[in-house]
């Protein structure tokens, strides 16, 4: 953790911000717009010290009956491919009971079709908090978080975890030994001294990225579903 970091934003979150999103004041103190979100503890400070509220949209697709607001997001879905709200604007929610998948990244996201499930992006950890609000809101059979298998997917997991302990992830530990063990040559190294920097808890799933220390992407299952080697998840069209 970088003190130095630290205080020049509470500096200037007491003495500078008026109300600027997250991106302006990252890319006003450190030059880069996405470098406060992409560092856990400057993001929570950040969240913390706002002293206006900022909407957050929340990226949604599903087919399955639900009304935010009034509005049906299956209908929009099936017209517009996905909708968007504001996570603290929720007034009235009508709900059929289903699967939630988070996803940590936009591809699976867009180009995947919901089953019987309410699909959500997560934007890394930038919307921990308001998905957690969101998803509480409603009565679900399973909530899973679809993230790579990294540090960082796992570290998600883990701040996921604080707030719902029943979520799981994908892919769970069975598909990742298969695919550690099959595609070993194709997948990408990790540096695990990465994730002492993150929090992360002690877990099976961890234990099996430090065995193989690879990295699984969203992107390479969605190849292996494409090509009919890996079987695809009941909540995926």
């Given at each position: 953790m ?12 007491k003495?500078?911000y008026?109300?600027e ?12 717009s996405k470098?406060?979100e ?5 993001a ?6 706002a ?5 957050n ?13 009034g509005?049906?997001?299956k209908k929009?879905?099936?017209?517009l491919?996905?909708a ?14 289903s ?9 699976f ?19 921990t ?16 978080f679809?993230?790579?298998f990294?540090c960082?997917?796992?570290?998600i997991?883990?701040?996921f975890?604080?707030?719902m ?6 892919p769970n ?8 063990e ?15 920097t993150k ?7 961890y234990n ?30």
């Amino acid at each position: 953790m970088n003190e130095e970091q630290i205080v020049k934003l509470k500096s200037f979150m007491k003495k500078e911000y008026n109300g600027e999103d997250i991106r302006f004041c990252s890319a006003y103190l450190f030059g880069d717009s996405k470098y406060i979100e992409k560092r856990k503890h400057l993001a929570e400070i950040f969240n913390n010290m706002a002293t206006i509220e900022r909407p957050n949209i929340i990226y949604i697709r599903t087919d399955v009956n639900l009304k935010l607001n009034g509005i049906n997001i299956k209908k929009l879905t099936e017209r517009l491919h996905l909708a968007a709200f504001f996570g603290g604007d929720l007034k009235e929610i009508e709900y059929e009971s289903s699967n939630i998948i988070i996803s940590e990244n936009l591809s699976f996201f867009m180009s995947v079709k919901p089953k019987n499930s309410v699909f959500l992006y997560n934007k890394g950890f930038h919307l921990t908090n308001q998905i957690t609000n969101f998803v509480k809101k409603l009565n679900y059979k399973r909530i899973i978080f679809f993230g790579d298998f990294d540090c960082q997917g796992l570290a998600i997991l883990s701040d996921f975890k604080k707030r719902m302990p029943n979520i799981e992830f994908y892919p769970n530990c069975r598909t990742l030994e298969f695919v550690l063990e099959k595609y070993r040559d194709k997948l990408m190294d990790i540096d695990l001294n990465k994730c002492l920097t993150k929090h992360i808890e002690a877990s099976e799933l961890y234990n099996i990225l430090i065995k193989h220390k690879k990295k699984v992407e969203q992107e390479f299952l969605q190849v292996l579903f494409a090509k009919g080697e890996l079987e695809r998840s009941e909540w995926i069209g």
